[in-house]
């Protein structure tokens, strides 16, 4: 599932700090020196680094990356290096100040994350920005988006398999007769959407398949310039398959029209621990040609050998 490669036998956390303040020391920045290390260590790993350079040296080694490192290369390697539950609440965090309504990286942590990982991402944010991710979200967002985000940031769904199918067939008529009248925002949806466990929603999402002859993302695109309604695909999509999710953000980003380094940044750094390697499969599969392939041809220096060390390319 995971593309993150981490050797059978590594240096101890001190002995990589030092030679991460090396990398730092002179004229220029040794990238390749900070890459081999930190793009081969798993999470728990680099909290133990930077624990460590906190206490040899004095300061965050975020710091020291923060000064040393630039551009692109310098945000994917400070998102990676923070551990995952900080990395969500700071895109959490500027994905609510700087929230419009095309954004849906509030979304992608509220749906691809487990009820244990959202909670601890919430509890982080509290640290970090003295504030609920909640009433961030809550202040920043407005109208029908406000009704939704709130109890999807929120929420924390049962985790078990238990199905209860008379429950998925009356929700299921349920949805498609909010749909049907065009009452998107109906608090019946969002309560649905935000509280039932995955497996339910599957259920749930199959049962209306079954009995009304379309997919429910289907019947939420009848104006596919709504943004409301992409956000409620979003939810469905992310739900039913996140990996296809995330391929699809990570195809958008390397489209012909340019290269979006801010989501494949964000979709690469918190996926390389989790399911980055069924992403690339789904990736080869959709479009023939390995998603290594496509980030080479349009990323570049010490960016590019970082996203290919994460996506599990040893030879660069």
């Excluded at 067939?169 to 049907?180: G, T, V």
């Excluded at 409620?232 to 398959?241: D, K, P, Q």
């Amino acid at each position: 599932m995971a593309t993150l490669t981490v050797p059978h036998s590594i240096p101890s956390p001190q002995e990589d700090c030092e030679q991460l303040h090396k990398a730092f020391e002179g004229w220029g920045t040794n990238e390749n020196l900070i890459i081999s290390i930190l793009a081969h260590r798993n999470a728990a790993q680099r909290k133990a680094i930077r624990q460590a350079y906190q206490a040899t040296y004095g300061k965050d080694l975020l710091e020291s990356l923060l000064h040393e490192a630039h551009g692109d290369f310098e945000k994917l390697v400070l998102l990676w290096t923070l551990e995952p539950s900080e990395r969500d609440a700071l895109l959490a965090n500027e994905a609510a100040t700087k929230w419009h309504a095309a954004n849906r990286v509030l979304i992608e942590i509220a749906c691809a994350r487990s009820s244990e990982e959202l909670f601890i991402v919430r509890r982080a944010y509290h640290t970090q920005f003295k504030r609920s991710l909640e009433e961030d979200v809550a202040a920043h967002t407005k109208g029908d988006f406000r009704k939704l985000l709130v109890p999807l940031v929120s929420a924390y769904r049962y985790e078990g398999a238990e199905v209860n199918m008379h429950l998925a067939k009356s929700e299921a008529k349920l949805l498609h007769d909010k749909i049907s009248d065009k009452a998107y925002s109906d608090e019946e949806v969002i309560r649905v959407l935000t509280t039932r466990s995955k497996p339910q929603l599957l259920a749930t999402f199959n049962q209306y398949k079954n009995e009304f002859g379309n997919a429910i993302n289907k019947d939420l695109k009848s104006d596919p310039k709504d943004d409301f309604l992409a956000a409620l695909r979003a939810v469905v999509r992310l739900i039913c398959s996140p990996e296809k999710y995330l391929e699809k953000v990570v195809r958008l980003s390397l489209n012909k029209m340019g290269t979006d380094e801010t989501a494949l940044t964000r979709t690469v750094a918190t996926r390389a621990e989790v399911d980055l390697k069924v992403i690339k499969e789904v990736y080869q599969s959709r479009n023939s040609v390995p998603l290594e392939k496509a980030v080479k041809q349009d990323t570049h220096r010490h960016y590019e050998d970082l996203l290919l060390a994460l996506l599990g390319c040893e030879e660069n």
